[in-house]
């Protein structure tokens, strides 16, 4: 099997298409490879979409056949593609993307040919020449010499197929899907035209956040017959005697109303000419047939297929252009585009064309009055550095994510966690959602209710915790400064160090406002994580409701995602150095500089550090907290992107977190990390590329751009001899986000 | 378990009631034991149902514990209630009274209380105190101490639960039911409100003919909370793992938006005072959610239970007092009134209050211009007596039943055969349109296109079998004048008898509307049936595609619904006699009166004849063909009531068949018989009652009333001596429609 990925140039009407194209012709958006993090578990997907778009197509081939390497049913399963199975079942609209628990990924479009067969073990086929870029995936169905295409728009896609003569299929699979829940009803509007609602949800363990997706499929010809199926219920009995279809997929020939059931699907026949290409167009909603319906018609109307696909691969150049690399080779180029490309697909936009959409854990529609409200917010992850990149590179996006997490808070009285289209799914622990505003707040960017925004914070941080959904150990940590470990894998240390980078954060911001008692009190707070010190591990270590340690201790114990006492996906060596706000408090308690620099020197000599999860992602960072230690840092920055983000499915170390493993790379690449979530800063490295030009939003910014440059003595050189800013030696390897802003140019001198 | 029909007076606005009530206040609804076949298969019902009423809602006690005799899971099952079982598991909304098939009988709305419990397995109950009558019916739940009330309109319901003190559900089961299609979707749309839609069919191993039931449900206090369930499809390995509802019944708690599946529900939670009453109202439509609410309001507006019960109990009255009966004895007047009681349940009218229907076998809605939308057309049976009722005694609604069936024409392109809800089951065979309208016809009934059911007839009686679906195997009869035989169980010998009978009633049709050829083509093709006659038998017996007789032969093969070679539910003896038409020639090929009439006794005498299915129903008529052998009719016909109309539960002989077993009883006790399906004739019996007055319409038959009166020396005499037909002596016992209605007074003087 052979895959490529598309480097055939489209015109580009970005404003910045004749600045790359001086540079030999090469566009940013030709650079990605979408099959990056396709393995792994890297949970990404090559399939089309648009810069944060709410329609994805994704080729789906995790079901159906011993041929796949992994199956969504007999493993713990959270991506509809994978890059070494090989038995494709059809393409699923709505997808997620770098996420870690199975979720959407249905509606299942699939073409065949011969006789009608409706059951998707039999109906699926391997495939080859696979392509993909930004926008658009093809393959080419063995099994049925069919090939398949597809694009997006930012609700709706089409596929196209290009049949062989003969007798030719599309059928529409609304029985399987990614999501665990099941429940679908479909209704033939006209011959060429269907609508219905699929259930979604369980996303994580939370049965009860369910939510429907929306639909309405056209095709560009009508069939020669279309129907339903149903998979029927087994019966017993004289039942089963004369029911022909018992227990199996029954056909529906004459039906065409309203269909429901567990296992759905729709059926169309064709004969079609040697080459005949058919197009199916699909718009979805998260608020009514009715909105898909005219998702689809605004964004499609008088476009065919290559039209779309031109657009929506000049999107996504557009997006991609704002940071422009220069030197590094192609391979680093091509794994920075495909990783500022992973950060621009969630969140993403759920209202529809009319600006409605479902308000945040209601059965409310209510409209945007202005931007986009957006959707699948995973914030334990993205707090840590997708909301910087964004903040600082696409401001408008990250205001009105800002605004759409406010509004949730109008709608369902508490900020997000892990909001998921309109759900509140209550995953992983903390209080996000106040260092994201908070550092887009103290950068300067505006256009919110900060204090509508800083009410949200105070009720988190302060009510109880039987009443507080996202800090349910309230009582405990606002009483004693931390949560004691209560049931053996209740995670306690992991709340609690999330709370104390919240509260941090949210001193700040009381700061800002002016709060001061507020600011004092939380700032008080976020040093509860002494606390958890024990000085004969010299770590953090859980502790008992009694307020003894928690033993026996074994710091190792949680590596490879087993369970730990008191920590959450990690372990004691995972988490101890997480008080990014305190780092010099840690090392104090530590014994002092050195003993701090050792330890956390030996986390990656040991294999300790786990760089395919958050909780350590800033750890190579603290150690430019230490004058002489920072060569540290630049080493291990370049050590670390060389060995886990490849140009290759197995390019992302791990789940790939809506774009935060990406976010990590493409700001190691550049030069700066975030490395404080809530603290407008960012801790120097040594860049990949030689030049580096930061697209800025002037308004916002107050300057057109930022640029990087790198002089370095040879190719290997990553540590850093001397920085200067705006022109002026920085005799230091943190700045904030103003200081950045104002010198606007930064150049490392490597050694 | 104590059960009693209600005889509370409830007083009645019929113009007829003030004449009853002079006769010691016995008003005729108030004779009807809707207990009355609801056992012995009779598969009627003691749900509450307005005449021709598109609602019913019926106790359902057919599955779900071992407790009960039948189980609709474990065998054949064609009705919601067995008078035997006792797990009550819900009231179904909409269902069929009298047929062989399971079908409808679903939404099911079920009170409990204590703990929720969503498992019909488990949250079914015992009950007692069960009343039924027209229009209404009630249970004492054990298990709950609940008191349920259910009564109807046209197009809704309303149940009235009555509560013990304490914590009680209301649930509304849309997974299981009769019918054994499967599939729904429900959507809150206020606290108070639920809309949905359920599929239904399968019909008689039709499994094509389904079609959605759109339901509004509101209830009359908002509950505490509510929500859904659906039963979770069954997941393996880690999937399994992880879900705890896997398998199981899952309960939605937060979720409101449309759910879908195979097996879903809504559960209500209430406190509830002691005695405290909550009403549950369900509209319906088999058009659209819009039309169920319409319907339900237009239907109950401003009407609170007490007075919807009153409104159906007076309709029955009015309807039912179209026929007044004085003599015989209590019970005798209850088996009446509660057969003709059942003739008036289908079919039924299919329109809403708006007038829109969906249109026969096709997407479309159409809207009726007057009159009312008939649906559940079960001609086989009904065109041998069901219709010849409807014709003298509701011939407004006969009339309004022929301009449904020319609608379905139009509309479909073929008559009807066994209509449901707008689809063709195809179940049994024949042409039994024709003999129903050409009857009316012939009779005077006007008030419809004749020459367009004219048209629709020609079109079945000589369209090529590959496209006629109501004469498949129209070739060979067309071209030999029989059906052959060609596997071993084709009905082919009753497929021919059906289609003789009818184009004898289309020879009569033609003859009437002037066309001569036509008459003599059908009239020919009438007397086919000669074929059959084998003389070593004497009797009908099917014939091989090369015109020999089929063998071994066995007249008896068939009994007890064996299947039979050449016969349909019967045997030789079942059917042998089944040429009304052409009564005297097959006496002639039998050879002569003699040995007709003792062929026939014969029947009687070894147990041959089935009192429980359609086709020798009409035998004990044929011996007054025969002078001087008419008492036989006489004394059979008192006899067969006797011995298989009982006020029971095993009170009728088999299948109601949608009232043709019961129109049998009415037209036997009042003395008269339509033997010959589309010859306007009846045979004369001798009635079970003394006086009888059938009010009539004037404007369509000229006269207000027809009084049958009998004269008896004793209560035991049953043998005519002499009859008069508007005072005039009748030397004969088979009179036409226009000699009744001429004579408008029949008197019977027995010995």
Redo the contacts between chains.
Sequence with gaps: MKRTFLLTLLVSLSFLSLKAADKGGEEPVDLVNPFIGTSNFGTTNPGAVCPNGLMSVVPFNVMGSDLNKYDK?????STPYEYHNVFFTGFSHVNLSGVGCPEVGSLLLMPTTGKLNVDYKEYGSTYDKEVAHPGYYSNHLIKYDVKTEVTATLRSSVARFTFPKGESHVLLNLGEGLT?E????VK?VSDTEWEG???Q??FC?N??A???IYFVMRISRQPLASGYW?K??T?????AE????NGKY?L?????????????GVWMNFNTEANEQIDVQMGVSFVSIANARENLEKEQSGKDFDIIHAEANRKWNDDLSRILVEGGTKTERTIFYTALYHTLIHPNILQDVNGQYPAM?S?DIRTVSDGNRYTVFSLWDTYRNVHQLLTLVYPERQRDMIRSMIAMYDEHGWMPKWELYGRETYTMEGDPAIPVITDSWLKGLRGYDINKAYEAFRKSALTKGKDNPLRPDNDEYMQKGYVALHEQYDNSVSHALEYYIADNALSRLADALGKKDDARLFYNRSLGYRHYFDKEYGMLRPLMPDGSFYKPFNPRQGENFEPSPGFHEGNAWNYTFYVPHDVMGLAKLMGGQKKFVDKLQSVFDKGYYDPANEPDIAYPYLFSYFKGEEWRTQVLTHKLLKEYFKNAPEGIPGNDDTGTMSAWAVFNMIGLYPDCPGEPSYTLTSPVFDKITIRLDKAQWGRDSIRIETIRPNADAVIIREVTLGGKPLNRYRITNDELLKGGELKFYLK
Tied chains: 1, 2.
């Design positions: 049913d007999a493993r713990w399963w665990n099941s429940g679908a009803m033939k609602v699929k259930l949800g369980t363990y049965s009860q369910v939510f429907p149903k029927q219920r019966m017993k009995g004289a039942e004369w029911d022909p279809d029954k529906y020939t004459s039906y065409q109303k309203e269909l429901s059931g567990d296992d759905i854990e059965n």
